[in-house]
T-cell receptor, first 112, second 112 residues
Framework: ETGVTQSPTHLIKTRGQQVTLRCSSQ?????VSWYQQALGQGPQFIFQ???????GRGNFPPRFSGLQFPNYSSELNVNALELDDSALYLC???????????FGPGTRLTVT | DAKTTQPPSMDCAEGRAANLPCNHS???????VYWYRQIHSQGPQYIIH???NNETNEMASLIITEDRKSSTLILPHATLRDTAVYYC?????????????FGKGTRLSVIA
């Protein structure tokens, strides 16, 4: 059974640009959640997708958006990048909405 | 905001039991206690969760007090690879959006 994978591993973008991060969920999992982790902090919930629909959102602006595909893989898109968007972005999948969440290794985004 | 309080750091000698405390005095009846850990620069790893009974798996034991206001995660024989940040999380187990709300966790250092 493959675990959660994320791509790319690292990314450097310039302020104002747009970025897309990708996540492949663990086999059999239909729910994907995205988290942002700033340096020295715990992960903060961005949003969750369940069966291709957004199912909840944390305190993040609309320039953070996402998609979930029929195979339950997911994308996180961030528009108009700001310096404070520099962080580790984590994807987690679960078998169901309330199930244990299993995290990928993350994508380290640096905005300059 | 996180509903848990944990000490910021702890040390443990290799081979000894590591006992990580967590206070969650405002926990509700339908909320579970979850533990995750995060080894440097990796995604969080699920360890264990429980409602009111003590739980044990291959990684750890979870002891929840009778009033459910606090709990302790026990790593029975800590190794250097257990050095990580440990997060105690209170999470409602209902259908719908139930994200993990991370605090700052406890940084456990296992010392040879």
């Amino acid at each position: 059974e493959t675990g959660v994978t994320q791509s790319p591993t690292h990314l450097i973008k310039t302020r104002g640009q747009q970025v897309t991060l990708r996540c492949s969920s663990q086999s059999g999992h239909n729910t994907v959640s995205w988290y942002q982790q700033a340096l020295g902090q715990g992960p903060q919930f961005i949003f969750q997708y369940y069966r291709e629909e957004e199912n909840g959102r944390g305190n993040f602006p609309p320039r953070f958006s996402g998609l979930q595909f029929p195979n339950y893989s997911s994308e996180l898109n961030v528009n108009a990048l700001e310096l404070d968007d520099s962080a580790l972005y984590l994807c987690a999948s679960s078998f169901s909405l309330g199930g244990e969440q299993y995290f990928g290794p993350g994508t380290r985004l640096t905005v300059t | 905001d996180a509903k848990t309080t944990q000490p910021p750091s702890m040390d443990c000698a290799e081979g000894r039991a590591a006992n990580l405390p967590c206070n969650h005095s405002t926990i509700s009846g339908n909320e579970y206690v979850y533990w995750y850990r995060q080894i440097h620069s990796q995604g969080p790893q699920y360890i264990i969760h429980g409602l009111k009974n003590n739980e044990t798996n291959e990684m750890a034991s979870l002891i929840i007090t009778e009033d459910r206001k606090s709990s302790t995660l026990i790593l029975p024989h800590a190794t250097l690879r257990d050095t990580a940040v440990y997060y105690c999380i209170v999470r409602g187990f209902i259908s719908g959006n139930t994200p993990l709300v991370f605090g700052k966790g406890t940084r456990l250092s296992v010392i040879a």
